[in-house]
């Protein structure tokens, strides 16, 4: 039988590292796998990067994993228009909010999102509604631990 590889229905555990591009050109890591737990997922989960799922296709157990993922195929550009504000009477009380932190929530729609808060004003939070890793390269380096 010949080596498991990588498929559209497959599960997958990798250990990476993670990084995003500054404008200085220098990449900076934001996740490290190998300090904490790999991470498992399907090949078929939206949540995934589409570049990434088609790296990892037709690799084997124990292969590397290297890529750059333009900011384009990762989480698009920076929109400034996607600042806003949001009631304080809409957040729940009991949420702790700090400027610069995030908030996890819900669309009108129902659709999760976390955005960042830029500022906290009387009645409002100015909140940033972008991916915070919009307008960014991304960066994976590692390996395929499991296929299943």
Do not use: W
């Not at 591009?21 to 900076?28: N, P, T």
């Not at 989480?75 to 304080?88: E, M």
């Not at 702790?96 to 009108?108: A, E, R, S």
């Amino acid at each position: 039988m010949g080596d498991l590889v990588i498929g559209n229905n497959s599960i997958v555990k990798i250990n990476y590292k993670s990084f995003y591009k500054e404008e200085d050109g220098q990449f900076i890591e934001y996740e490290n796998t190998y300090e904490k737990e790999p991470i498992e997922f399907k090949m078929s989960d939206i949540n995934i990067l589409y570049p990434l799922k088609e790296h990892l296709k037709n690799k084997s157990l124990n292969d590397k994993i290297s890529l750059v993922i333009d900011k384009s195929m990762a989480y698009g550009d920076y929109n400034k228009n996607a600042i806003t504000s949001i009631r304080k009477e809409d957040v729940p009380k009991d949420l702790p909010i700090m400027l610069g932190g995030f908030i996890n929530g819900k669309t009108k729609s129902g659709k999760e999102i976390t955005v960042k808060v830029l500022e906290i004003n009387e009645d409002t939070y100015t909140v940033d509604l972008n991916h915070p890793l919009s307008g960014k390269d991304l960066k994976f380096e590692g390996e395929i631990i499991e296929i299943k």
